[in-house]
């Protein structure tokens, strides 16, 4: 179904993306308890920097902290829930509020943080993409498709027997893999985990002693394991890395060959999504810290917080925390931006060491003909794969107590009038749960079936169905209604879907993906890229024990992350020694900004389309073969991020809170903008402003670029120098930005970009400003 609710991070949830399904499987009768003790809570002791790499002395030093301040050894086993020894140091542990604020005043100790509860959040994209497997030049070949790559999946488990994860034809475990794989209910891991699924681990410790009552795990639908009996981990998971399998569909819709965008890359599950409840930052953070000592060489993760945001030092966002040691540790991190577009300002998991993920479509459709009583046809969107209904009765309710449409949330099934007819309706909202409901009733009522006109039509994944449930725009909608008040004998006829792919299909920034700007730091560009998200068929969990797998079309995000994430691997294996920043730039510097295809302008769908902008997509839509071989890139370490930090204005206790060691900030004032990101930010022009930016040469030694701008209306930008000479002593070259306004009055943003060319690369970085004079007030 498709991923249209997001929930939220510490006010008071996190939510993994995930869709609403109806779960039934056979699990073992497992009752687990949590904590009785009320006056008990789970909290996080965080200690920062590790002091040494023996991890036994460091769990044995949590021990004996905590058993000082309970009494004993004794009640300090009892007590503690994690030891955190990897990327950091800190332990998870039951205890009174008061003991948790006398333990954060201890020597070591950076503060305490208390546990939250979270609730739970292709066969053609790769193609798309230009990955086809066919090719002997693209970067799915050049990086012997991901081979020796490692993603870490942070989700709600994963199906270890979908053929997805099959390890037929792969070589050894890479040497750098310190993790493992995890037993637990209906999960052996001599059976289950093999040479592509190297790692699978749960986490329901935080969330158990926050659950405060008896967690039945059959009450729940739920394995006490790796195992995934909620879909969104192994469709994730799947979409990232999994194997080629043939011949797959989805009732015949979008047939071909499914496999991840490393396929060779293996995986890694860590399970923090449990459907009785959700997930804790207890857990997460765990996992965090698991995957930094595994080896990991990318993290996909499908979090998200609510607004307003936390800063990225607050000790509320353990996503922060956790990414930030794990960028620090080389590991690529990518999130998911969210799914409340198309209103501005919506994007999440903002950090500027984390990629970003907007959601757009790709050369696929899934066109329905729908055939008028007076022969005109039309097409809308849907996944029927029933029979050709001939001409049917159309209808559709003229209200006579109000004016205005008949509303598909006001259909019910004592609706007698359906019965035997074919029903349009207009939905004002365009709720996913409100068609589905009007659907539902449509045919407990006797209707043949509906047609749903709503705004804007992206996602078909929801409305996968036998019964026909047809999506068309307004003003489609509208004609089918004009057609059916002038016609004696309103007929209408539809036919099984169709799928079309290639150059009939436009690339569109998709309705729900979540926007910028960034409202926690409107100089960080956020999203920093597009990938496909729009009804993406990946592996799924069939619902019962004993099957192989399903496929399954899901939309969302987070659908979009594991495009990256899998991307991601193919560099790192292409480029080991590429920084997570020198993979970000060389995604965004490299993106489409036009449909790869017609190479007409990639538009953003909202209440009105309108051409997309920086906010929409960041740098554009990932384009995989020319991020292979960048030219340049924009290069960013872990002491730049701290920099960035401090001009932030956030206090030298926070930033050392952060990153769990003692930092100083520069003397000289640092500006914000200077942090050598892939984009250029202005949110609050007065006159003129000057930003540094430092490229590093990654192609041919001997290369010579020039600057080409594109300037944003009313904003005059002049680059110094102009021209960059590298040679094989010279592979970083630095040059300003001068960016001056002529608007006289407060603006909006305006977009423009900056590109480097030595004739064969084009090196494309975003600039986005806006003008903001003082306001003044009587």
Known sequence: MMEIN??????????????????????????????????????????????????????????????????????????????????????????????????????????????????????????????????????????????????????????????????????????????????????????????????????????????????????????????????????????????????????????????????????????????????????????????????????????????????????????????????????????????????????????????????????RSFPTPIILGNNQVLAGQALYD??????????????????????????????????????????????????????????????????ATKKTVTAMATYSSPFPIILVTFDIGTQILNYFRSARDPKVRLKPTKTYTGIQASTYVATFSSRGPNSLSPSVLKPDIAAPGVDILAAYFPGKLGLKTMYKFDSGTSMATPHIAGIAALLKSLHPNWSPAAIKSALVTTAWTTDPYSGEPIFARGEIPKLADPFDYGGGVVNPNNAKNPGLIYDIETQNYINYLCAMGYNQISINQLTGKRNSCPKSNNSVLDLNLPSITVPNLKGTVTVTRIVTNVGDPNSKYEVVVSPPLGIVVKVNPMRLVFNPTVKKLSFSVTITTLHKITTEYYFGSLTWTDKVHQVKIPITVKTEFPQVFA
């Open 386 to 451: 029933g029979i050709d209904t001939g001409f049917v009765d159309l209808f559709y309710k003229e209200r006579e107590d109000i004016e205005g449409e008949l509303y598909c949330e006001s259909i019910t099934a004592n609706d007698t009038w359906i019965a035997g007819k074919l029903v349009l309706c207009f939905t004002t909202e365009g709720s996913e749960t409100d068609i589905i409901q009007a659907q539902n009733n449509v045919y407990k009522a006797g209707g043949l079936g509906l047609i």
């Open 6 to 363: 997001k929930c939220f991070l510490f006010r008071p949830f996190v939510w993994i993306l995930v869709s609403t399904v109806t779960l039934l499987h056979i699990t073992q009768n497992i009752n687990v308890v949590a904590s009785q003790d009320q006056d008990t809570k789970a909290y996080i002791v965080y200690m920062g920097e590790r002091k040494h790499s023996d991890i036994e002395l460091i769990t044995k030093s949590h021990h004996e902290m905590l058993a000082s301040v309970l009494g004993s050894k004794e009640a300090a086993a009892d007590s503690m829930i994690y030891s955190y020894r990897h990327g950091f140091s800190g332990f998870a542990a039951k205890m009174t509020e008061s003991r948790a604020q006398y333990i954060a005043g201890l020597p070591g100790v950076i503060k305490v943080l208390p546990n939250q509860l979270y609730k739970l959040h292709t066969t053609r994209s790769w193609d798309y993409l230009g990955l086809s497997s066919s090719s002997t030049t693209n970067l799915l070949h050049d990086s012997n498709q991901g081979d020796g790559a490692i993603i870490g999946v942070i989700d709600t488990g994963v199906w270890p027997e979908s053929e997805s994860f099959s390890d037929k034809g792969i070589g050894p475990i890479p040497s750098k893999w310190k993790g493992f794989c995890q037993s637990g209910d209906f999960f052996d891991p001599k059976k289950h985990c093999n040479k592509k699924l190297i790692g699978a681990r749960y986490f329901i410790d935080g969330f158990l002693a926050s659950y405060q009552e008896p967690f039945n795990a059959t009450e729940n639908n739920e394995f006490i394991s790796p195992r995934d009996t909620e879909g969104h981990g192994t469709h994730c998971a799947s979409t990232a890395a999994g194997a080629f399998v043939s011949n797959i569909s989805f009732n015949g819709f979008a047939s071909g060959v499914a496999r991840g965008g490393a396929p060779r890359a293996r995986l890694a599950m860590y399970k923090v999504g449990w459907l009785g409840g959700g997930s804790s930052s207890v857990d997460i953070l765990k996992a965090f810290d698991e995957a930094i000592h595994d080896g990991v060489d990318v993290l996909s993760v499908s979090l998200g917080i609510d607004l307003p945001l936390y800063p990225e030092v607050d000790k509320r966002d353990v996503i922060y925390y956790g990414s930030f040691h794990a960028a620090a540790n080389g590991i690529t991190v990518v999130c998911s931006g969210g799914n409340s577009g198309p209103l501005y300002g919506t994007i999440e998991d903002v950090a500027p060491w984390i990629i970003t993920v907007a959601a757009s479509t790709m050369d």
